[in-house]
């Protein structure tokens, strides 16, 4: 079956720029994650969706990041004001009512430059 | 606070040989363990999991890892390694949010 999908693969913007990336979960995961992966880094955790609620966005490392989940199914991640420091991958992965396991796109590279 | 932490930055194996790749994990309350592998300029492949039971973990691809709970350790391995292996593997610890919380990467460089 399709596993996740992200949108775009790549997105090179401009510092001060406002960015959209999208995730498409596999079919019938009620839980979304966002990760985002700088080089030479492990993923880190950013916010968990349960359904159309943003469940722990702890992750979210300032009022310029946003993320919305409308109808439970695909979810974008909004970043207002880019900066350079905001270059890295960006991850998004998905998982059944009930399991543990998290399924991982194959990330949206963002450059700002 | 609850981390992950992998000890090597690159592991060099010959092909045919065993391999290891080392985790060690702070957490508290009983720690729910993933290994993931990454190839260049893809996403996280799920490898496998320890939530309970056996300290033997099998999943895919012939990989397993083992669970030592006094050590606080879950170390992957292969029998025999294969030059397709190469790649970069994050082991990882669920939270009780459901968050991910990954190591920094282990890269394996398998040498014909």
Redesign the interface.
């Known amino acids: 079956g399709a596993g996740v999908s992200q949108t775009p693969s790549n997105k090179v913007t401009e510092k001060g720029k406002y960015v959209e990336l999208r995730c498409d979960p596999i079919s019938g995961h009620t839980a979304l994650y966002w990760y985002r992966q700088s080089l030479g880094q492990g993923p880190e955790f950013l916010i968990y969706f349960q359904g159309t609620g943003a469940a722990d966005d702890s992750g979210l490392p300032n009022d310029r990041f946003f993320a919305v989940r409308p109808e439970g199914s695909v979810s974008t991640l909004k970043i207002q004001r880019t900066e350079r420091g905001d270059s890295a991958m960006y991850l998004c992965a998905s998982s059944q009512q009930g399991s543990d396991t998290q399924y991982f796109g194959p990330g949206t590279r963002l450059t700002v430059l | 606070a609850q981390s ?1 932490a992998q000890p090597e930055d690159q592991v060099n194996v010959a092909e045919g040989n065993p391999l290891t790749v080392k985790c060690t994990y702070s957490v508290s309350g009983n720690p ?1 363990l ?1 290994w ?1 592998v990454q190839y260049p ?6 490898l496998l ?1 320890y ?1 309970t039971g056996d300290n033997l973990v099998k999943g895919s691809y012939g990989f397993e890892a083992e669970f030592n709970k006094s050590q606080t350790s879950f170390h992957l391995k292969k029998p025999s390694a294969l030059v397709s292996d190469s790649a970069l593997y ?1 082991c ?1 610890v ?1 939270v009780f ?9 282990t890269t394996l460089q398998v040498k014909p």
């Open positions: 992950v729910y993933f993931y300029n893809r996403g996280l492949q799920f999991k939530i994050f990882a669920r949010t459901g968050k991910l919380i990954f190591g920094q990467g």
